[in-house]
Every structure is written in structure tokens, then in C-alpha cells.
């Protein structure tokens, strides 16, 4: 059973537009989302989150939009760079704060490329 | 710079094989992860520890063992190696309470059992 899932397998941009990675869940006791990148052999390094109280958290080019009713988030790149090129999981967790002990649920992942 | 060691990045092992896969901390985070990632199922938890000498089961236990017996090592044990366990095994850690970035992940070992 699938709780986060990334339908996506791969995404091709150009540079310079945007990229959108989507992700679903089905498990309503989530309340905190993450966003990780990975390149080839090396471990998943932390992008962005966002928490189940807010709908869109930003950080430079990145944007996390959350849709509770929905159980939709996504991720926009904006502007897609080269060196974007990764796959990226999203996962989630329920009860934080609590005695989760932050544990994460993650998605499939999607291979993003971005051509030059 | 903190981190999270893998001891091997490449290792090959026969099957019916003991692996020991370690994972060394140096960020005096409580809990310790274990992950295997294999193409088109994403990261799945094998085991996880929140405290010394604790250990809790994670979706995908079987067929492998855990041990924590100091706060900054967890070690992921196969015991006896199977084909169906080539993957990529990554370990991460977080503090106690909500970690707001998440995981610190270690580069991943990769395991091929022949």
C-alpha cells in the first residue's frame, strides 16, 4: 500500500522554464511534507517542506504548494537549471512534534532532467 | 561539516551470506533509519531506532536485523543474503522531536548479492 505516491517517473525541461513534480497521498494523518534531491551515488539531501497548516512554502527558486483537500503537493522550479538534473522523492509524515519519532513515508521519486 | 557514514559504498556478497552494512553519526542525533531504494518503489524503511539499544520494525523487516549498542553506530544485519536484497541501502538520522529538515542521509551503500 502506496501512501505517497510520485506518478510521475521522469519530467524533461528545457533550461530557464519551469519544472513541476508532483506528488499524492492517501493518508490523512499526514501533516508535514518534505521534498529531497538526489543525485547518482549520493544520499538524499533535504530541498524544501512544507507543514499541513500552511499551502505554499518558498525558498529561492523552489516552491512547495500544498492542497490538503485535494492530499496534492507539489514542487515548481523556477528557473530549471542544468545542474537541477536529480531524482526527487517527496515524503511525508504524521504527528509532528509528537512520538513519530520522524519517521518518513516516501514516494517513488522522479527523474527530473533539464536540457541546456 | 556533519555527517553520516557508510562504512562500504560497493559491496558484492553470496547468497545465504551474513552482511553487516554499518552507519556512523557524528551530529549526536537519537534516531537512526534504515532505507533500502530500489527503482520504481522509492525509499522504504527496513528499521529504525530512536534510542539506544531500541529498535523498532519499519515496512520491509523481514530478513534483516538491527543493532544499536552506542547512540552514534546502527548497524543493519542480513542474515543470511538473498538475491531479492541487491539494493541501495541508505541510513539517516534525525534528532528527537520534529526534525524540521528531515533526515541527514549517508551516500548509500550499494549491495549486490550473487
Known amino acids: 500500500d502506496q501512501q505517497v505516491k510520485q506518478n510521475s517517473p521522469s519530467l524533461s525541461v528545457q533550461e530557464g522554464r519551469i519544472s513541476i513534480l508532483n506528488c499524492d497521498y492517501t493518508?490523512?494523518?499526514?501533516?508535514?511534507f518534505l521534498w529531497y534531491k538526489k543525485y547518482p551515488a549520493e544520499g538524499p539531501t533535504f530541498l524544501i517542506s512544507i507543514s499541513s497548516i500552511k499551502d505554499k512554502n518558498e525558498d529561492g527558486r523552489f516552491t512547495v504548494f500544498l492542497n490538503k483537500s485535494a492530499k496534492h503537493l507539489s514542487l515548481h522550479i523556477v528557473p530549471s537549471q542544468p545542474g537541477d538534473s536529480a531524482v526527487y522523492f517527496c515524503a511525508a509524515s504524521e504527528n509532528a512534534g509528537g512520538t513519530s519519532y520522524g519517521k518518513l513515508t516516501f514516494g517513488q521519486g522522479t527523474i527530473l532532467t533539464v536540457h541546456p | 561539516d556533519v555527517k553520516v557514514t557508510q562504512s562500504s559504498r560497493y559491496l558484492v556478497k553470496r547468497t545465504g551470506e551474513k552482511v553487516f552494512l554499518e552507519c556512523v553519526q557524528d551530529?549526536?542525533?537519537?534516531?537512526m533509519f534504515w532505507y533500502r531504494q530500489d527503482p520504481g518503489l522509492g525509499l522504504r524503511l527496513i528499521y529504525f531506532?530512536?534510542?539506544?539499544?531500541?529498535?523498532e520494525k519499519g515496512d520491509i523487516p523481514e530478513g534483516y536485523s538491527v543493532s544499536r549498542e552506542k547512540k552514534e553506530r546502527f548497524s543493519l544485519i542480513l542474515e543470511s543474503a538473498s538475491t531479492n536484497q541487491t539494493s541501495m541501502y541508505l541510513c539517516?538520522?534525525?534528532?528527537?522531536?520534529?526534525?524540521?529538515?528531515?533526515?541527514?542521509f549517508g551516500s548509500g551503500t550499494r549491495l549486490t548479492v550473487v
Open positions: 531506532s530512536y534510542d539506544v539499544k531500541m529498535k
Open positions: 539517516a538520522s534525525s534528532s528527537a522531536g520534529w526534525p524540521s529538515r528531515g533526515y541527514t
Open positions: 493518508n490523512s494523518m499526514f501533516d508535514y
Open positions: 551530529m549526536d542525533h537519537e534516531n
